[in-house]
């Protein structure tokens, strides 16, 4: 079956960085888009950055030149680099592969100081 599992997530100063993972299983990883989203408290979720299986990239306006959305098919994970971090960008992060409506659980990002 279809598991994506996030880890990375923490409490982080603003102007500090994370880099989320989600791993990968139960599917050939490397033929599918995947994407990263975001639900904070009292919003809807939004999409944060997207890649396609050839590696093209896209991205939430108020975090391009900040996030990069990244894949290592070899090891089934996608990644999530995140730089300059903002309060406002505290939320729980979601892995998905959108083709199936596949999610993982979560993992949690706070901006604070």
């Known amino acids: 079956q279809v598991q994506l599992v996030e880890s990375g997530g923490g409490l982080v100063q603003p102007g500090g960085s994370l880099r989320l993972s989600c791993a990968a299983s139960?599917?050939?990883?490397?033929?599918?888009?995947m994407g990263w989203y975001r639900q904070a408290p009292g919003k809807e979720r939004e999409p944060v950055a997207a890649?396609?299986?050839?590696?093209?990239?896209d991205y939430l306006d108020s975090v391009k030149g900040r996030f990069t959305i990244s894949r290592d098919n070899a090891k089934n994970t996608l990644y999530l680099q995140m730089s300059s971090l903002k309060p406002e960008d505290t939320a729980v992060y979601y892995c998905?592969?959108?083709?199936?409506?596949?999610w993982g659980q979560g993992t949690q990002v706070t901006v604070s100081s």
């Open positions: 998905a592969r959108r083709i199936g409506g596949y």
């Open positions: 139960g599917f050939t990883f490397s033929s599918y888009a």
């Open positions: 890649i396609t299986s050839g590696g093209s990239t």
